[in-house]
């Protein structure tokens, strides 16, 4: 029982820490499955106020994690700081994303985001303050026929991706959000 225990906290020091990679800032909530498939957890960093007309959030999707279509009435830019995505505007190809790319989605443009089948991705969402607006489901069909992005290189990188993996599988199964609360920040 006793080593049981060990392992567990053992098993959540390592999710931890792994976690500290993958957001800089609080990871947030978990949100809810309404305009999205598959894990994401969200942070809203900075709200828009009388000085300031745009909001910052941070968005750590899961691998496989997407958005359905949408558009912001004025205007989105997206920091990716770590991982690999997609971001597509409508009637245009998918554009894959990584850490260290900057995205900006023009007003009005309807357009989708998220995570590759293969990576989980982060990023810092910079949206001028007018309600998002959702148009239409991102089928998962749409996003199967997405070729999925080449690993950089093999080898190390396809460990830390199966890594990866497992963590984020582990994460969902076991709800971390409510584990959070034995480890305070
Ligand atoms: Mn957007």
């Not at 809203?44 to 691998?63: C, R």
């Not at 989605?105 to 293969?118: D, F, I, K, Q, S």
């Not at 093999?154 to 609360?181: F, R, T, Y």
């Amino acid at each position: 029982m006793k080593r049981i225990s060990y392992f567990l906290i053992l098993l959540i020091a390592i999710g931890q820490s792994l976690l500290a990679q993958e957001s800089i800032f609080p990871r947030g909530i978990k949100a809810p499955n309404v305009h999205h498939t598959g894990d994401i957890w969200l942070s809203h960093l900075i709200d828009a106020d009388d000085t300031f007309d745009w909001n910052v959030a941070q968005a750590v999707s899961a691998p496989g994690a997407k958005l359905d279509w949408h558009l912001h009435p004025k205007g989105q830019q997206l920091l990716i700081t770590h991982g690999v995505g997609y971001y597509q505007e409508k009637g245009k190809e998918v554009q894959v994303v990584r850490a260290g790319d900057v995205v900006k989605c023009l007003p009005g443009v309807e357009h989708w985001h998220g995570a590759a089948p293969n990576s989980p991705v982060t990023y810092l969402a910079i949206s001028g303050n007018a309600p998002t607006q959702w148009t239409e489901k991102l089928t998962d069909e749409a996003y199967n026929a997405i070729p999925v992005p080449e690993e950089r290189s093999a080898g190390v990188k396809e460990k830390i991706k199966n890594l990866s993996k497992q963590k984020w599988q582990w994460m969902a199964d076991k709800n971390v959000d409510s584990l959070a609360v034995l480890f305070p920040r």
